[in-house]
């Protein structure tokens, strides 16, 4: 059966507004993380320490960072690529980091200037300061299914460098299908491998982007083999800038809608979801990409 219950995993403050080229002011980047956590949402990404030459749109990241606080029962991650981004994460007080490799060569390089062992590299300080000023880390793995560069990721290749953060003492992984090429079939066997090389589930999140529409279908495979925790973005929002061809993240509407229907708790209220989402789609200047989203407000 499926689990009972999931965690949602909110990455719209950070990967849903780092592509946008318009800079979103301040006070709006705190405005929708505070409305976030009205909805029920417990885990909400809320930008990253990266340098502002990379990614402009999150130059703000300690001003974002003040102004939400700390809000019972919701955890706000921060993206930490290096020493100089956990030193700004540290001083801005930030309580739960989140370092970020790659899969691919390529990638590693369009998106952290280095090689895939290098980034790996680059972590281990990160996790050891986290570690040490006791404050938990998340760990990404980018392009564990195909790269717009490289084609299809080989199995084995996404499995070893997921072992190689779980052996870091990185705490939730997640398997980030940068470019939404992913389908069921190839979620199953990846899910399969981790769990023959000893990874249990209970360590594993996915996260979909939806560029090919896939992303609900792989979202109900990786329940099928047992994951429970998703990361979306509301409206759907978002997308890398270093990666071509990478669109929006899932819209934690078109999951939680999902969700419900399959009987799986999340927590998270759909209506009060749909409002933020429309209110931050007026502010960006076009409509939510989400389905359920243009469904729902059409109603
Ligand atoms: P680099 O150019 O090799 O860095 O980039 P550098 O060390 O040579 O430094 C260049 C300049 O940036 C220097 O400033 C540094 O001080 C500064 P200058 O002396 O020229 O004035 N700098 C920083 N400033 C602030 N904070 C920092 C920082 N680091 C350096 N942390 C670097 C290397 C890692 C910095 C760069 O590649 C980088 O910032 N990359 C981040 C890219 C990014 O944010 N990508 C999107 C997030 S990942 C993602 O979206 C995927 C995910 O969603 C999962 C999925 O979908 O797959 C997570
Ligand atoms: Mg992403």
Not at 39 to 59: K, M, N, Y
Request: proline share 5%; charged share 20%.
């Amino acid at each position: 059966g499926l689990p009972e219950a999931v965690t949602i995993y909110e990455v719209g403050p950070r990967d849903g507004l780092q592509a946008e080229k318009a800079i979103v002011d301040t006070p709006t980047k705190i405005e929708f993380i505070r409305r976030l956590r009205e909805t029920g949402l417990t885990a909400i990404e809320a930008t990253s320490f990266v340098s502002p030459r990379w990614v402009p749109q999150l130059a703000d990241a300690a001003e974002v960072l003040a102004g939400i606080g700390e809000h019972e029962g919701v955890r706000h991650p921060v993206l930490v690529p290096n020493q100089r981004g956990m030193d700004r994460a540290l001083a801005a007080a930030a309580t739960e980091i989140a370092i970020f490799v790659s899969a691919t060569e390529r990638f590693a390089r369009e998106n952290l200037a280095t090689t895939v062992d290098g980034a790996i590299e680059l972590a281990v300080p990160v996790v050891d300061r986290a570690r040490q000023a006791g404050i938990g880390v998340r760990g990404y793995v980018s392009m564990c299914f195909g790269d717009p560069w490289e084609g299809r990721v080989p199995i084995a290749q996404v499995v070893d460098v997921v072992r190689r953060l779980a052996d870091l003492g990185v705490g939730t992984i997640s398997l980030g299908d940068t470019i939404g090429v992913a389908t069921p079939g190839h979620v199953r066997a990846l899910l399969a491998a981790l769990d023959e090389a000893g990874i249990g589930m209970d360590r594993i999140a996915l996260h979909f982007h939806d560029t090919y529409g896939g992303a609900l279908a792989n979202v109900l495979s990786g329940l099928q083999s047992g994951v429970t925790e998703y990361d979306a973005a509301a409206g759907g929002l978002g997308g890398c800038p270093f990666a071509r061809s990478a669109t929006g993240n899932l819209a934690t509407e078109d999951l939680v809608w999902m969700l419900t229907g399959l009987g799986v708790r999340t927590g998270v209220d759909l209506d009060r979801l749909l409002a933020i989402s429309t209110w931050m789609a007026g502010r960006l200047g076009r409509p939510a990409p989400s389905r359920v989203v243009q469904a729902l407000a059409a109603s």
